[in-house]
């Protein structure tokens, strides 16, 4: 806290981290005298830029952007792009310093980094959102590479964004390389990476299951988000039988006791998306659906929750909240949407909980598959990447079992997610000596 006052939240994910890690290290002498945990607790850059653009009206508008580049010891950094009005220092260094450890736990060689911008583009105009990220990346180029830092998306940040980035990366260095993830499909993208977050989360959540030989068949689901990572969840719960009553925005949750189905997620996807509406505008299309404003929906009975909107969503009492309703089990969409009260009550209870580094790290690796593509020239099948996605998972949650295996058969996934990426990341800085 001393290091980095007013930094909340990179102090929180730190803090997390550090109350497994410690144990863990105690009777390891050379990384406490090579001082891994602090080094790797303190980014390798930060670079802050002033982001200028027009709007429509011919205003001179000036905003923030940053990347944040955590680590490289295993890969070249790796982590997505945000853009929202919360976006703050604290905010991008609390990811990138997650995403060093989620990237790790892939098993595919990958930094961590982060970056985005304090620009809101709720209300913008498509021509708006174009000059706000062409003038973003006319900083951001000389930052990245192919081999050197490879942003993808995050909230704010989805497939439109990422081609209008990628558009002008090609323009100022005439290079068309594999700079960005998170492409469209016809210039580089990969099958499967939209999908991939939600999905991944969910796998993780069947994998947690099965160890209490339990599936997602007849399961009563609350998920929060209705973006990207909350819709694709959605789909794959219910494609495996659960049956998804809830999702939200920054405006409140709607509450569907008939199950929001294939066609009502295709329906919010269109809606959130193409549309930029709000989720409230769900109960004047589907009937029985109940809008709650301003409130998150972990009061609604459930077997699994999927907190998929943001961080610190979801507070130690709406934690004891859920254990009270008889939740099983709490897969992460989203990056910290949990209070350190809440993962602390989590554990208590001996839930089923899986956090954002391991759950929701389908994303990333499908983001390391495209590299791998645009590095051979290649792409490959859907059926191909869905295996390697669902075996990733699986890797994902074998690691997290190896550490955090507890008496009785528990596993403290928060634990094994925590030791597993730190030692991969810690081991090759030690290789590297004091650097
Ligand atoms: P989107 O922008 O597609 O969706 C974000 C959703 O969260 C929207 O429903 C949004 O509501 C809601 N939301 C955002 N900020 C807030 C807030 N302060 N309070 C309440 N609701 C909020 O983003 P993604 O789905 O891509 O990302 C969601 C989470 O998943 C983030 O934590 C992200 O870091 C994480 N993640 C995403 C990955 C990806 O591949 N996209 C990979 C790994 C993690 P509204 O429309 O009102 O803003």
Redesign the pocket.
Known sequence: KRRNPYQPEFVQAVQEVAEDIFDFMEDKEEYHAQQILRRISEPDRVVSFRVCWEDDAGNIRVQRGWRVQNNNAIGPYKG?I?F?P?VTESVLKF?AFEQTF?NALTGLPMGGGKGGSNFNP?GKSVREIMRFCQSFMTELYRHIGADVDVP???????GREIGFMFGQYKRITNQFTGVLT?KGLEYGGSLI??E???YGAVYFLAEMLATRDDGLVGKTAVV????????HAAEKITQLGGKVVT?????GFIHDPDGITQEKIDWVKAH??HRRG??QDYCEEFENASFHPGK?PWGVPCDVALP????N?LLGEDARTLVANGCMAVSE?????TDLDGVHVFKAARLLYAP?KAA?????AV?GLEMSQNSERRAWKEEELQQMLKDIMAGIHERCMTYGRQDGGYCDYVKGANIAGFKKVADAMLAFGVV
Do not use: F, W, Y
């Open positions: 997505g945000r929202h919360s990811l989620k709720k993808a998306g995050d909230i704010g940040v989805g998170g990476r939209p991939a977050t939600g929060s988000g209705s973006g990207n990572v909350a819709t999702l939200s925005d920054s405006g959130k998306t709000r989720i998150t998929c909107a943001t961080q969503e969409g989203a990056n910290m949407p954002g929701n790290a389908g994303g990333v983001s």
